[in-house]
């Protein structure tokens, strides 16, 4: 299955993973379906966020009431391991809900975006899914690149 991302997201993701070498950046995918349109940083308020995190529960709650209102829906989220790979760690798989949601880790081997479910391929909680960027500064033309990230 693929998930597609709009360029601008994904730039924000690898910045925002770049600028941050020893703390894991996170935030929430806001889109429709299978599509995120946005990324939305968050701050990360794991106790020790050098090897976990934990979005800012107040920005989450934000995201859903807006989403009420008409906003973009939570999709699901991103964070990054500043010094390993981008795959889901045992840790991530023991704190993710098996929802459906879209997960996407930032890494030193790039981006790779996941589907939280249960009995899934990776530490009994993952589905890997491909990854395509698609560019929204240019005329809709669907997928500019199919960059698969998994």
């Known amino acids: 299955m693929t998930v597609t991302i709009s360029s601008d997201a994904l730039d924000l993701i690898d910045k925002s993973a770049a600028a941050s070498p020893d703390r894991e950046i996170c935030g929430l995918l806001l889109g429709k379906g299978d ?46 391991h500043p010094t390993g790979l981008a795959e889901p760690s045992p840790r991530d798989a023991a704190d993710a809900v098996a929802d459906g949601s879209i997960w996407l880790i930032a890494g030193g081997n790039g981006v790779t975006a996941w589907r939280a479910v249960a009995a899934g391929r990776r530490h009994g909680r993952f589905d890997p899914l491909d990854l395509a960027c698609v560019d929204v500064t240019a005329a809709p033309q669907g997928p500019h690149s199919s960059r698969d990230f998994a």
């Open 35 to 80: 599509h995120i349109a946005a990324a939305m940083p968050c701050a990360n308020v794991a106790a020790e966020p050098w090897h976990r995190f934990e979005i800012d529960p107040a920005a989450l709650i934000a995201a859903h009431r807006a989403a009420r209102g008409g906003g973009p829906a939570v999709i699901g989220h991103y964070h990054s």
